[in-house]
């Protein structure tokens, strides 16, 4: 299981972590264990002084398709809500200490569009492809999407991804703010590792008084993540959600 998260201090790029999904077969889809070592790696990071950066990666052609359905369907039969893993993450990805960046290449779908609200650069390929079909798993915005988002890229924009469920292309996600640049699938990678390795370089404490300003109150992003979460467990729970998920698995 571990395999399916690779944590690892790339010796080409001093003062990096990265963390890469490692899941293809499955498009990358987040377990709850997943979602343990990546909070587990971000909140190392806070105490090594010897990583100043942490780059966010996935696989060729695929960031993540979100959550394991059937982690949810699991969550939706035994009447259990948003699993603690889950927000363990959501919470060590916004109150990281350090720079995160990331780098997407194909599909990002559910959590794997909404982490990049909370990444300070996001690099992705010109076929990526941002998608949160929340409602039409008869759920809701995740991950403090709901307060993030309307701010980053206007209402309009937030409520055609986060209700609609319409799609975002790379440079359609740019235009909305959730992505910094757009450049071919092969540079994704070595961009996105090169950025947080410039970062790196930086003086540090220089680089956190610098991105705390800019990041503004964590409190309130913690606030409306709890907030979502409650709501996400009881639509988890509904007949609504049950049969969603049911009807996607015969897919």
């Keep these: 299981m571990t395999d399916h998260i690779i944590v690892e201090q790339p010796s080409a790029y001093p003062g990096v972590q990265s963390i890469r999904f490692n899941r293809p077969e499955k498009k990358n889809a987040i377990t709850r264990p997943m979602y343990r070592i990546m ?27 979100g959550n394991d359905l059937n982690d949810f369907l ?16 959501l919470y060590a990805l916004v109150n990281a200490e350090k720079p995160v960046v990331s780098g997407v290449d194909g599909l990002a779908v559910g959590i794997g569009t909404t982490i990049h609200l909370h990444c300070d650069l996001t690099i992705a390929s010109s076929r990526s492809q941002f998608r949160t079909p929340f409602v039409d ?14 701010r980053l ?10 209700a609609a469920g319409e799609a975002f292309s790379a440079e359609e996600a740019r235009q909305a703010g959730l992505v910094w ?11 996105t590792l090169g950025l947080a390795a410039k970062l790196a370089a930086k003086p540090p404490e220089a680089l956190r008084i610098a991105r705390d300003l800019i990041r503004g109150d964590r409190g ?20 609504e959600a049950r ?8 897919r």
């Design 220 to 239: 309130e992003i913690i606030a409306r993540i709890d907030e979502e979460a409650r709501y996400f467990s009881a639509r988890l729970k509904s007949a």
């Design 181 to 191: 640049k757009v450049v071919e699938p092969g540079e994704v990678d070595s961009l």
């Design 74 to 89: 699991a969550a939706a039969m035994g009447g259990r809500g948003l699993e603690q893993e889950i927000l363990d993450f």
């Design 153 to 162: 890229m206007g209402h309009q924009r937030a409520f055609a991804m986060l």
């Design 137 to 150: 798993l008869a759920l809701v915005p995740e991950a403090g999407s709901s307060l993030v988002a309307p």
């Design 243 to 250: 049969a969603a998920f049911e009807a996607f698995m015969r």
């Design 39 to 65: 909070a587990d790696a971000l909140n190392a990071a806070n105490a090594d002084p010897g990583i100043r950066a942490t780059a966010l990666l996935g696989t060729e052609g695929c960031f993540s398709a």
